[in-house]
């Protein structure tokens, strides 16, 4: 069964702060991992990733894959309070055509 | 174009009752999924549809669920004699490839 772990599962930061987000995954036949930022309504699309060491980035965020590990990081510089949000991660694997979600992680910026 | 569009935003049912949640997926888009959200949990996908046609519904429970997209009309979620433990967000996506999935905004089901 295709797993998806993401740590922490909570993290209070203060405004301006760096945070890394971590996702693991362990599935058959990988084909691309996604990011998620999911606040009081539907999850909207951050990144794709398919490829090795190939960073994404979109303004104060970046996010990286390393498949021989099997992981994923998701880095927000410079956080603002409208950051605050659960952080999904989740993988597309196989001849699947569903996504494989992680419990996500809840991000909280203090001013 | 609107997006995905969801309906009703919050249901709330009880026990026992029938609840059906649509999805109208976004224009020219004709794959949908639905995932559920548990409390404190990750999306769980449940079942992928194409018009007319269920692909993929291994994440669907056996009993009391079922889903259609019809070819005219938009895809429905219908859940039979709801119990306390369905209460949950139920999402929609719709995408041309699921690597672009656009989510609705979910649905809240309370049963009560």
């Known amino acids: 069964e295709d797993k998806v772990v993401q740590s922490p599962l909570s993290l209070v930061v203060h405004e301006g702060d760096t945070v890394t987000l971590n996702c693991s995954y362990e599935?058959?036949?990988?084909?691309?991992l996604l990011w998620y930022k999911q606040e009081k309504k539907a999850p909207t699309f951050l990144f794709m990733l398919?490829?090795?060491?190939i960073e994404k980035k979109s303004g104060r965020l970046s996010s990286i894959l390393d498949k021989k590990e099997l992981f994923s990081i998701l880095n927000i510089t410079a956080t603002q309070t409208g950051d605050s949000a659960v952080y999904l991660c989740?993988?597309?694997?196989?001849?699947?055509?569903?996504?494989?979600f992680g419990s996500g992680t809840q991000l909280t910026v203090l001013p | 174009n609107a997006g995905v569009m969801q309906n009703p935003r919050h249901l709330v049912r009880r026990r026992g009752q029938e609840a059906r949640l649509r999805c109208s997926p976004m224009?020219?888009?004709?794959?949908v999924y639905w995932y559920r959200q548990l409390p404190e949990e990750g999306l769980k996908f449940m079942v992928y549809?194409?018009?007319?046609?269920?692909?993929?519904e291994s994440g669907m429970p056996k009993e009391r669920f079922s889903a259609e997209f019809p070819k005219e009309g938009p895809s429905i979620l219908r859940i039979q004699q709801v119990v306390r433990g369905d209460s949950a967000a139920y999402f929609c996506?719709?995408?041309?490839?699921?690597?672009?999935?656009?989510f609705g905004q979910g649905t809240r089901l309370t049963v009560v």
């Open positions: 996506a719709s995408s041309p490839t699921v690597a672009e999935a656009f």
């Open positions: 599935v058959t036949n990988f084909r691309s």
């Open positions: 398919t490829s090795s060491g």
């Open positions: 989740a993988v597309l694997s196989g001849s699947a055509r569903q996504l494989t």
């Open positions: 224009k020219g888009h004709s794959h």
């Open positions: 549809l194409q018009k007319e046609n269920i692909i993929d």
